[in-house]
């Protein structure tokens, strides 16, 4: 089992010899500048990452009403331009260079017209997974949370029919954990049977806890250690065949240490 962690979770020395892999969290790694990137910033990251010889996956920009993210660098991938590309395109090429397999990154936000932004991101994502091609990489296409409904792809029926409209095998799914909490109300069975549906498709996983239930607070979407809310990380056993990261999205070394004992024992026979 590779356990991995976002790198807002703390000072990468601090994170060494808790985790093997790190999640190059694009939006919150301070290294654009405007819609710029800043090359020398990212080279001293990459330099302390090599030093500490570990593994990577990129999450990519997205679309957040979050005041704190960086307005410039937003994406909505159902509604793209050229400069939207651009950026993403960044993460992906910087994946090549880590040598990381995997970007993470959003589905879009519904909007007025949601027929038409759907047929749009599908547009999007077909493009981006060409882009992805280019590079030797796959994208893992993220389920949201369903506390916000603005959000496409919260539930696993709708990020399955994406993923294979799509068509292309550099598109794949991020199962997050935490989301499909939130989508299924705390319900242990709607959350097995939402693994279930997208099982075959799931390449990358991002584990953190909640209540299950909407909050004022990111609409419940707190990324709480596991264990420290209700999901059932148990249904993680039917992904037998999964070999790849298992990602604390966490925000602290506490918080990875002690969820790595609640997903080991989760995951005990």
């Known amino acids: 089992m590779i356990f991995g962690a976002s790198s807002f979770a703390g000072p990468l020395t601090d994170l060494k010899g808790h985790v093997q892999s790190i999640e190059l969290y694009?939006?919150?790694?301070?290294i654009y500048n405007g819609s710029g990137l800043e090359t020398e910033k990212l080279e001293k990251i990459l330099d302390r990452i090599s030093t500490c010889n570990f593994a990577c996956t990129v999450h990519a920009p997205y679309s957040a009403e979050d005041p704190k993210y960086p307005l410039a660098i937003k994406v909505d991938t159902a509604r793209m331009g050229e400069q939207e590309f651009a950026i993403m395109e960044e993460?992906?090429?910087?994946?090549?260079?880590?040598?990381?397999?995997?970007?993470?990154?959003?589905?879009?936000?519904?909007?007025?017209?949601?027929?038409?932004?759907?047929?749009?991101?599908?547009?999007?994502?077909?493009?981006?997974?060409?882009?992805?091609?280019?590079?030797?990489?796959?994208?893992?296409?993220?389920?949201?949370?369903?506390?916000?409904?603005?959000?496409?792809?919260?539930?696993?029926?709708?990020?399955?029919?994406?993923?294979?409209?799509v068509n292309s095998v550099h598109l794949k799914a991020t199962f997050d954990i935490g989301h499909a909490n939130l989508t299924c109300g705390g319900n242990s069975e709607k959350l097995r049977t939402f693994v279930q549906t997208l099982q075959k498709h799931i390449i990358h996983l991002h584990l953190h806890d909640n209540s299950g239930q909407w909050t004022e607070k990111f609409d419940g979407d707190e990324h709480m250690a596991p264990g420290k809310g209700c999901t059932d990380f148990s249904v993680l056993k039917l992904l037998s065949g999964y070999r790849g990261v298992y990602n604390l999205e966490v925000y602290s070394v506490d918080d990875i240490c002690s969820g790595k004992e609640i997903i080991e024992n989760s995951l005990k026979i």
Not at 140 to 146: A, D, I, T
């Open 26 to 30: 694009i939006p919150k790694m301070g």
């Open 91 to 165: 993460s992906i090429a910087l994946a090549n260079r880590i040598g990381a397999r995997i970007v993470v990154l959003h589905p879009g936000r519904v909007g007025p017209d949601r027929g038409k932004a759907y047929s749009s991101m599908v547009k999007n994502l077909h493009t981006l997974a060409s882009i992805a091609e280019d590079y030797g990489i796959t994208l893992g296409l993220e389920n949201k949370e369903g506390t916000d409904p603005s959000n496409f792809c919260c539930e696993a029926e709708e990020l399955s029919r994406t993923i294979e409209a």
